[in-house]
């Protein structure tokens, strides 16, 4: 994982993206061809131990890029707007 900036959560040094390749979790869409990489990322999530930590710390940070616990930037966004509406 090259997400340094918030290494310092205990939980980064478990997640299964730690593999692979950081650009597929930065794919550069999610629509159209970028799809393809969004689906395999979220693939990987979906078998990470840490997913609803990591899902937790994207919509606090309000993460806008990138796949984080399953999500992309757009899921991210609804699930802000329905879970936490003081943060919007
Ligand atoms: S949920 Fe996905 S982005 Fe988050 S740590 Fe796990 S593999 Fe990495």
Redesign the pocket.
Known sequence: ?N?LYHESED??R?????N?DPEL?FPVSTTGPGRETVEL??A????????Q???R??LRAGEAH?????TTPEERRYLRRELLPAAS
């Open positions: 994982m997400r939980w980064v478990q997640g299964a993206c730690r692979y979790f990322a979220k990987i999530c979906r078998s990470c131990a840490v997913r930590e990591c899902l710390w994207a990138g796949v984080w616990g399953a």
